[in-house]
C-alpha cells in the first residue's frame, strides 16, 4: 500500500510503498477513504507523543470500509462503512468497563500506539468495542472530520460542560476543535463568545454560531472582554487551542463556580502552564479535561447530524491527496488553514 512515513522526528515523511496490514484476531483493516490532518499528528511528528516507535505513518480521524475481518470479530463484515474513536479501549480494564474507553489505561491509538490511516489500509484493535457504523447518509470526508476535533469537543461540551441553554460558553481558539465546539454550544441552546486573532476565523465562528467575537489582538483585556459581553463570566469555558495564555484566560473569565475544558493538547514546553488557583478555589471553579469519546456514544451526536442540528460538513475545508498531507502536516503548527483539511484521495 502507499503510506506516508517519516523515519525521524521532525524530519520530511515520504510517500513510501510498504506491506499491507493485516487483521489482529480481534481487529479489522480498514479502507481508508478519507482522513483528516489533526495538529495531533502535527505533535506526533515533531516527538512529542511517547507512544510513537519510528518509523512511522500518522493519522488518526480516519473513515472507510472494512476489509478485512480478523477470526474473532462477531459484529463487523466486509465493505461496512465504519468510522473510529482516536482513543481505543482494551475492554477489560475498569474503565473500560465503566464505560469510560476514552481513558482507557491500555488504549491503543492508530497513528500513535501504531501505524495510522495516512494510508491506504490501516489495522484497528478490538473492534467490536471500538467501531462505529457510518449512517450512507454520511460521507466519507464529513465522518473523517468527526474521528478527533468534533467528537472530543462533543463529549467537552455536552459530556463534560453539561452545557445548557442560555448559558454562556467561551471558545478560546477556532480552529477545528473551537469551530466544532461553537457549532455543538449553539446547538443545545447556548451563547458562544468566540476568541481567536484571526479576523477570518472568527467570522467563520459567527458563520458557526457565536454570537459574540473577540479578536485577542484588538483588546487590552480578553478576560475582561468576555466578562463584560458575558455579564459576568461563561457558565463553561474551552481552551480549544492548547495554550498557557489561552489556558489561563479561560479559566480566568468563568463566572462563579464555572467550568473550563481543556480540549487543546499541552505537551512539551506548554505541558505545566499557570492556573489562577486563588480564584478557582474562592469562585469553586471546576477544571476538566475531554480526551476523546467512547464509540457507545456516538450514537447520540450521529443523531444530531441526522436531524440537521450539527452540520460537520461546513468544518470541512480544503480536501487534498496523500502526497499534499505532507506539506499539510508539516505546517500544522502555523494554523494558516480554516475548518479541517482532509485527505480523500489515496
Not at 473500560?96 to 481513558?103: A, E, P, R, T
Amino acid at each position: 500500500m502507499q503510506a506516508v512515513v517519516y523515519e525521524a522526528f521532525s524530519a520530511p515523511p515520504r510517500l513510501q510503498t510498504v506491506p499491507d496490514p493485516t487483521p489482529e484476531s480481534h481487529g479489522v483493516v480498514v479502507k481508508v477513504q478519507a482522513t483528516g490532518v489533526c495538529r495531533s499528528d502535527w505533535h506526533g511528528w515533531v516527538g512529542h507523543d511517547t507512544d510513537i516507535v519510528l518509523p512511522h505513518v500518522p493519522g488518526h480521524e480516519l473513515a472507510g470500509t472494512v476489509e478485512a475481518v480478523g477470526k474473532d470479530v462477531t459484529r463487523w463484515k466486509v465493505g461496512d462503512r465504519v468510522t473510529v474513536p482516536f482513543v481505543g479501549g482494551c475492554g477489560s480494564c475498569p474503565e473500560c468497563h465503566s464505560g469510560n474507553q476514552q481513558v482507557c489505561e491500555k488504549q491503543f491509538q492508530p497513528g500513535f500506539t501504531h501505524w495510522g490511516s495516512f494510508a491506504q489500509y490501516v489495522s484497528i484493535h478490538k473492534a467490536d468495542l471500538n467501531l462505529v457504523a457510518l449512517p450512507e447518509s454520511l460521507d466519507f470526508a464529513t465522518a473523517a472530520s468527526l474521528g478527533c476535533r468534533f467528537v472530543t469537543s462533543f463529549r467537552a461540551v455536552v459530556d463534560q460542560g453539561k452545557t445548557s441553554a442560555g448559558q454562556w460558553v467561551a471558545v478560546h481558539g477556532c480552529g477545528g476543535v473551537g469551530l466544532s465546539a461553537i457549532m455543538i454550544a449553539h446547538a443545545v441552546g447556548a451563547n458562544v463568545v468566540a476568541i481567536d486573532i484571526s479576523d477570518d476565523k472568527l467570522a467563520m465562528a459567527r458563520a458557526m454560531g457565536a454570537v459574540a467575537t473577540v479578536n485577542a489582538n484588538k483588546v487590552a483585556n480578553v478576560v475582561e472582554a468576555v466578562m463584560e459581553i458575558t455579564q459576568g463570566g461563561a457558565h463553561v469555558s474551552l481552551d480549544a487551542l492548547g495554550h498557557p495564555t489561552t489556558c489561563f484566560n479561560s479559566i480566568s473569565n468563568l463566572r462563579r463556580r464555572g467550568k473550563h475544558i481543556q480540549v487543546g493538547l499541552m505537551l512539551a514546553e506548554n505541558s505545566t502552564p499557570a492556573i489562577p488557583m486563588a480564584k478557582v478555589i474562592a469562585h469553586e471553579l471546576e477544571i476538566l479535561g475531554s480526551h476523546g469519546m467512547q464509540a457507545h456514544r456516538y450514537g447520540a451526536m450521529l443523531d444530531m447530524v441526522r436531524t440537521g442540528k450539527l452540520a460537520p460538513e461546513k468544518l470541512v475545508g480544503k480536501k487534498i491527496n496523500l502526497q499534499q498531507s505532507i506539506d499539510a502536516l508539516m505546517n500544522m503548527d502555523k494554523f494558516e488553514v480554516a475548518g479541517v483539511t482532509v485527505i480523500t484521495e489515496f
